[in-house]
C-alpha cells in the first residue's frame, strides 16, 4: 500500500482527478482510495493548522508511479 498526499488542492481540483482515473479504467477501493480533508484552524480562525489535504492510497505500485507522474 502506497499512501501519497495532495496538499492545498480543493475538491473542485481532486474530483476531476478521480473521474480522470476511474476513465482509465483504475477500480475504487480495488485499485485506490481516497480521503479528503479540510484544513483545520486555530481558535481565532485565520491559521490553519492543518492545510487542506487528499491522501490518496494505492493497491499497486505502478499505479502509485503513474498517478504522481501524471497528476503532480
Do not use: C, K
Amino acid at each position: 500500500m502506497i499512501e501519497i498526499v495532495v496538499e492545498h488542492r480543493g475538491v473542485s481540483e481532486i474530483l476531476p482527478m478521480v473521474t480522470s482515473m476511474r476513465d482509465r479504467g483504475w477500480v475504487l477501493n480495488q485499485d485506490f482510495s481516497f480521503a479528503y480533508h479540510n484544513a483545520t484552524f486555530d481558535n481565532d480562525g485565520y491559521e490553519a493548522v492543518n492545510p487542506r489535504r487528499t491522501v490518496f492510497t494505492f493497491y499497486r505500485e505502478e499505479l502509485a508511479t503513474m498517478f504522481t507522474l501524471t497528476y503532480l
